[in-house]
């Protein structure tokens, strides 16, 4: 299997997902990325368990495979190679990908996407959309009072609350209280979730 991508097009794509890419884990398979190449879309997926991102670009292959890819390896190399067309070539009898530039070739070994584990699939029965900006603004503002106690899980976590009367994000480390409303923005199906403080972090630094 051989495709073509700009390197800078893929350090986007790369750089996105590459926050839920954990640095210490139990589960070595995690420090890779998922790549999923179906009718000419190469998806990338990166997990850490509690956090799962997902992006894609489209590329110019009629093939379909999946491999995993050591993320901050694959990272590194794309970062360093400035703006140019990497060629990808797949050997998929031995497990190798190469990535072929005016400059240099590097050579990766991949290991089989069953070695990754599943990621469930969202309900988008419950739709709800709000601005990037607002909901950066809602983060920045709340975020910071979640407790860093692990004594005290429940609070390890910002609550989002959609109602009727507006959107409510709410955090607390049990000595102060934060909560910021935007009530021009209502949910008609009453909602509350408690997202935790990295998941957060990580939305707040991609908006």
Do not use: C, W
């Not at 970062?79 to 990535?99: A, C, E, P, V, Y």
């Not at 309900?123 to 692990?150: G, R, W, Y």
């Not at 009727?164 to 949910?187: N, W």
């Amino acid at each position: 299997m051989i495709f073509s991508v700009n390197s800078k097009v893929l350090e986007k794509v790369l750089s996105k997902v590459y926050p839920a890419v954990p640095t210490r884990t139990p589960m070595p398979i995690l420090e890779n990325f998922l790549f999923q190449i179906e009718e000419g879309k190469l998806t990338i997926t990166a997990t850490d368990m509690e956090i799962t991102l997902r992006s894609a670009i489209f590329i110019d292959s009629t093939d379909n495979a999946e491999m995993v890819v050591p993320a901050k390896l694959l990272y590194d190399i794309v970062r360093s190679l400035g703006d140019t067309l990497i060629q990808f070539q797949i050997d998929i009898d031995n497990n190798k990908m190469q990535l072929s530039t005016d400059n240099g070739t590097y050579n990766i070994g991949y290991a089989a996407s069953s070695d990754f584990p599943s990621i469930p699939n969202v309900n988008h029965d419950k739709k709800f959309s709000l601005s990037a900006k607002q909901l950066k603004k809602a983060l920045d503002q709340t975020a910071f009072a979640v407790s860093k106690e692990a004594i005290r899980p429940a609070m390890m976590g910002l609550l989002f609350e959609f109602n009727i009367d507006g959107l409510r994000f709410v955090a607390t480390d049990g000595h102060r209280l934060v909560r910021y409303s935007l009530l021009s923005e209502k949910s008609e199906i009453p909602e509350q979730y408690v997202v935790p403080e990295r998941a957060t972090s990580v939305l707040s630094k991609l908006l």
